[in-house]
């Protein structure tokens, strides 16, 4: 077995030994690389599916094992060496793979539930008395929706990003590359959050109305 | 900016206020929102994506909420994929044999939705159905059929006489569709195999002795009556009143005990018959005249069966 500091384990080679074997052998082929995704997905499950059961997950990695070997590898050959480990391309496409599954068994409502207890935004401490607003609101989220429509996209992912709850670092992950430090994001958020707020008082919309 | 605004920037309430109405607004994803490939995925995280793949991927994440938690998910799992602490839990995983043995679904020929007609409570509403529907329609439609060959042969048709009945529509009865030429064609041939095959295998056959002819000496028909020991005629065969010596004529046979009469053109030099009942031996042929006081028996031309 490979020393865990080996560039030579199957998580870091760009091109793993069963895939050779699958052009000689695809019993044998199919056998390895169905150990292989059996390790990986036990080791590193994708985090959508982390509160699946023991059972369940045994069943869904049969499902992703199935998914990559079925129609001849169909799946599996359609993997390039582009000089990155096997184990990333791998990763995306059962993480895909996980998000569809998920979508299957829950809604779209079940799914925010709990990034937002009040879908809606009614009932909202910070918000005065809800008859007041409750006929304003949906028209409020409205315009809010257009006036981020009218920004820049990195404010679009920002003012989302942040409304979400995400950390600068996943926030520079959303922007790519180029997005710089930390504290440039943090920056550039506020920034967008002055424009958002302008573009809603020519709105009509003054948010400090609706604090208790 | 105003005062109003400078205040609101310094409250952390209007910020709370500002993301859950963000938050909200953005519960719904586009219906125009499309998946990125996982090639272009993987191309952003591994940074050579091109300019197209990078456009595609910012549009992805600015539209859809489940998009942006898919890439901050699909990214802090690519970061640790191949850490050392990944590779320790990979090696510590007990693999079951099963997993070795996974093998696809076998591929059925036929589509999915095939296996849900396989279902009781799916498939026999279905046999009712296509039986009621036999019964309702293909029955009747058989009893027309023969009852319409029935009636061109009580009214002694040949084909031609029955399918231009057939055409100008001035049958007797029934305005018979076209269709029922070919029907009659159909249910007249099938009427000639199951005769032949009662006429090859089952019964006796009256070749001993028997003539391939019969010749009328005095112009009138010529009978071969098939009577049994009680003298019942249990059918006939009859030649024409010219003299033909051919029997060639049309023959009614009286099968017991079917008691069916059948109408047999049998266009034919010579008849061989066969007798389908089921004690031939207590029967006979007899070669008989039809004059006008009845049959006259021809000595000579008894064949007992």
């Not at chain 1, 990986?40 to 990559?68: C, S, V």
């Not at chain 2, 009859?238 to 046979?253: M, V």
Request: net charge negative; proline share 6%.
């Amino acid at each position: 077995m490979p020393s865990p500091y080996s560039e030579d384990h199957p998580l870091r080679q760009t091109w793993p030994s069963f895939l050779n074997v699958l052009e000689k052998d695809l019993t044998r082929g199919k056998a390895e690389f169905a150990v292989f995704a059996y390790k990986l997905l036990q080791a590193r499950p994708p985090k959508i599916l982390q509160a699946q059961t023991t059972e369940e997950r045994e069943d869904w990695i049969q499902e992703i094992i199935l998914h990559f070997t079925n129609d001849d590898c169909r799946v599996l050959r359609e993997y390039r060496n582009t000089g990155h480990p096997f184990a990333a391309w791998f990763v995306t496409v059962v993480n895909h793979k996980a998000y569809d599954f998920y979508r299957k068994f829950s809604t779209y409502h079940e799914r925010t539930a709990s990034m937002d207890d009040t879908p809606d935004g009614i009932g909202h401490p910070d918000l005065a008395e809800p008859a007041d607003v409750r006929s304003e609101f949906s028209e409020i989220v409205g315009k809010v929706a257009a006036c981020i429509k009218k920004m820049s996209r990195k404010c679009q992912i920002l003012l989302q990003a942040a409304a979400e709850e995400y950390n600068p670092r996943e926030m520079l992950t959303l922007l790519g590359k180029d997005a710089g430090t930390n504290k440039q994001a943090g920056d550039d958020l506020r920034a967008c959050r002055r424009r958002l707020k302008s573009l809603l008082m020519d709105e009509g919309v003054e948010l400090s109305h609706y604090l208790g | 900016m105003s005062n109003g605004t400078e205040h609101t920037d310094d409250d952390p309430r209007v910020d709370d206020l500002l993301n859950r109405l963000i938050r909200t607004a953005a519960q719904q994803t586009p219906s125009d929102f499309a998946w990125p490939q996982d090639e272009t995925i993987l191309a952003y995280f591994q940074g050579n994506a091109n300019k197209e793949q990078h456009e595609t991927i910012q549009a992805a994440i600015a539209k859809s909420s489940e998009f942006r938690r898919f890439m901050i998910d699909t990214a802090e799992q690519l970061s640790t994929v191949t850490s050392n602490a990944a590779v320790a839990d990979f090696d510590s995983v007990q693999v079951p044999e099963s997993i070795m043995d996974l093998h696809p679904a076998p591929v059925r020929p036929w589509p999915a939705w095939f296996n849900a007609l396989r279902r009781p409570r799916v498939l026999a509403p279905i046999v009712i159905g296509a039986l009621a529907v036999f019964i309702l329609l293909v029955g009747p439609m058989d009893l027309f059929q023969h009852r319409t060959v029935m009636l061109a042969e009580y009214s002694e048709l040949d084909r031609s006489e029955f399918v231009s009945l057939s055409q100008r529509g001035t049958h007797p009865e029934d305005s018979i569709p076209k269709a029922f030429a070919t029907a009659y064609d159909a249910a007249m041939s099938r009427l000639r195999e199951s005769v032949a095959y009662e006429l090859t295998s089952g019964g006796y056959k009256l070749s001993e002795g028997a003539p391939t002819s019969a010749a009328s000496t005095t112009g009138n028909k010529l009978v071969l009556r098939i009577v049994d020991k009680q003298g019942t005629e249990i059918g006939k065969i009859t030649t024409p009143a010219n003299g033909d010596t051919n029997i060639s004529a049309e023959a009614w046979l009286v099968f017991p005990p079917q008691l069916t009469l059948w109408h047999l053109p049998l266009n034919r030099d010579s008849v061989d018959i066969t007798l389908p009942i089921e004690h031939p031996e207590r029967g006979c042929v007899t070669v008989t005249e039809q004059t006008d006081s009845g049959y006259v028996a021809t000595p000579g031309h008894i064949f007992q069966l």
